[in-house]
Nanobody, 123 residues
Framework: QVELVESGGGLVQAGGSLRLSCAASGRALSGDAMAWFRQAPGAGKDYNFTALINKRTSDTYYTLGVRGRFTISRDNANNMVYLQMNNLKPEDTAVYYC??????????????WGQGTQVTVSS
């Protein structure tokens, strides 16, 4: 059963924008936090924390390299989480994964994962 479904990835030029969406259902609705991780090309199983949001308080937290460029938001009524990405850079190229779980930046905090959406930024 697919509990998290990402969409919105694609190919964009450096300096451009993309908005990723994540639809949650089932077990992915439990927990107090949602997050985005990303897997860079050639990184194997190394998923890097990107952004985090508390579903109740809307508190957010970002990895240093995306602060000021990325914004995570949520729509609890529709069980959606978004990642607005502006001023994209080639180093943002990755598969982006949505995750549901508890507040924190470690992969072990999250019990549900989406299948990922590819973001490619050309220079």
């Amino acid at each position: 059963q697919v509990e998290l479904v990402e969409s919105g990835g694609g190919l964009v030029q450096a300096g451009g924008s993309l908005r990723l969406s994540c639809a949650a259902s089932g077990r992915a609705l439990s927990g107090d936090a949602m997050a985005w991780f990303r897997q860079a090309p050639g990184a194997g199983k190394d998923y890097n924390f990107t952004a985090l949001i508390n579903k109740r308080t809307s508190d957010t937290y970002y990895t240093l390299g995306v602060r000021g460029r990325f914004t995570i938001s949520r729509d609890n009524a529709n069980n959606m989480v978004y990642l607005q990405m502006n001023n994209l850079k080639p180093e943002d190229t990755a598969v982006y994964y949505c995750a549901a779980g508890t507040w924190g930046t470690a992969r072990s905090n999250f019990h549900s994962w989406g299948q990922g959406t590819q973001v490619t930024v050309s220079s």
